[in-house]
């Protein structure tokens, strides 16, 4: 499985952006999809999780984003997206979407599949 990362960018406080990872290969469906972020000198962690079963699915999401951040996904199209609105500074980081078969979980060793990571950065 392939994961390609898409949509990062800059935008001011306050702004929006919308995040894409598209995947090669069959199975999709049945993958936890995840997106995880690094910024400089910190440790990658989870940002938001979705299981497989589509938008009736549990998920996770980091306290730091609730309300903010929605995670969905496309099966038709083995795509998930991150809906990322009202961003701060601090969500300035490297997101990496990611996937394994099998439940959430949260930690980034427990996933198999990564993508190449896209550059979110938010202006001050």
């Known amino acids: 499985v392939q994961l390609q990362a898409s949509g990062g960018g800059m935008v001011q406080a306050g702004g929006s952006l919308r995040i894409s990872c598209a995947a090669s290969?069959?199975?999709?469906?049945?993958?936890?999809m995840a997106w995880f972020r690094q910024a400089p000198g910190k440790e990658r962690a989870i940002v938001v999780a979705?299981?497989?079963?589509?938008?009736?699915?549990?998920?996770y999401y980091q306290d730091s984003v609730k309300g903010r951040f929605t995670v969905s996904r496309d099966n038709a199209k083995n795509t998930v997206y991150l809906q990322m609105n009202s961003l701060k500074p601090e969500d300035t980081a490297v997101y990496y979407c990611?996937?394994?078969?099998?439940?959430?979980?949260?930690?980034?060793?427990?996933?198999?599949?990564w993508g190449q990571g896209t550059q979110v950065t938010v202006s001050s």
């Open positions: 290969g069959s199975s999709f469906s049945s993958y936890t």
């Open positions: 979705i299981t497989g079963s589509g938008s009736d699915s549990p998920w």
């Open positions: 990611a996937g394994r078969r099998g439940d959430l979980r949260r930690g980034w060793s427990e996933y198999e599949f």
